[in-house]
């Protein structure tokens, strides 16, 4: 049993730390909004009044947060020189390679272990345990972190040094926005050349186009297994979040001079359909109502 330190208790981080107690560790809890704070303290995390309080005497620092300015700002006012140097600390938030990077030196240099840990899955998974991490940091670092994120995944995988957790997760969600737009089209092309879209969803999810965006994920109601797409595309992975990562995808394909145009493509397309047409809490498959033209005809919400 480990005393571990958890900032950032929202949709993700709420659940991932319950499974934390559920493993029979001290969970130390700390977040801006009282609600989430009050949900965590109900599920048998221990309230700090402070990040800085939470981090004291913590073996484990895991955070689960925003955007990059969070995790700056986090580590450098509360988490470093607050902790003890002897506790590993894991930020499992997406965030920019840039800003990864940079904060895994800063508390390198004041005498850190830390790894970048962001995590495929959503908040069903969180609240299972199922989550896949990718783990950038040393191997000493990674070997550290692994049993704590062990607790609240199926999968934790070392991508490589510092920032190759985020690296590979914004490449892997890259071909995820670009597949499943290709999924959109595909199947709206299909309905209006007159095909039978089970039948098409049949013959395709055995032929050369087979992905995972149609055959575990297909945009379209009532064709494949049961999706978000059932539900009016409501639950699953939401279209702002999609979006956010499209761009840290972009600003890394950017700073590397990488060659991106689906990436860059799907971006604008669901730049479009998240904020332009207020689908950003939809299901990111939901954009094919907007591929369709079907969006406007109903009432979004
Ligand atoms: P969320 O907004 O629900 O939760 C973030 C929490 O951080 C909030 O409760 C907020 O109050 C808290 N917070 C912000 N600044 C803080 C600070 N300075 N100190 C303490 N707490 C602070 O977001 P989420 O959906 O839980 O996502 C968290 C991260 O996980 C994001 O980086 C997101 O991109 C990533 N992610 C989300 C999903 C998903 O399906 N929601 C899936 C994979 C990855």
Known sequence: MARIAFIGLGNMGGGMAVNLVKAGHEVVAFDLADAALAKAEANGCTRAGSAAQAVADAEAVVTMLPAGKHVREVYESSVIGNAPTSAILIDCSTIDVA???GEIAKAAAGGYVMVDAPVSGGIAAAEAGTLTFMVGGSDEAFERARPILERMGKAVI???????GQA????????LGASMVATCETFVLARKLGLDL???FDIASKASGQCWSMTAYCPVPGVGP???ADRDYEGGFAAALMLKDLRLAMEAAQSVDAYTPMGSHAEELYTRFAEALGGGGKDFSGIIKMIDDSWKSSSPS
Request: net charge positive.
């Open 99 to 101: 800003t990864a990077r």
């Open 198 to 200: 089970q039948t098409f």
């Open 158 to 164: 070392h991508a490589g040094g510092p920032g190759s």
């Open 226 to 228: 049961v999706t978000p």
């Open 168 to 175: 590979a997760k914004i490449c892997n969600n890259m071909l």
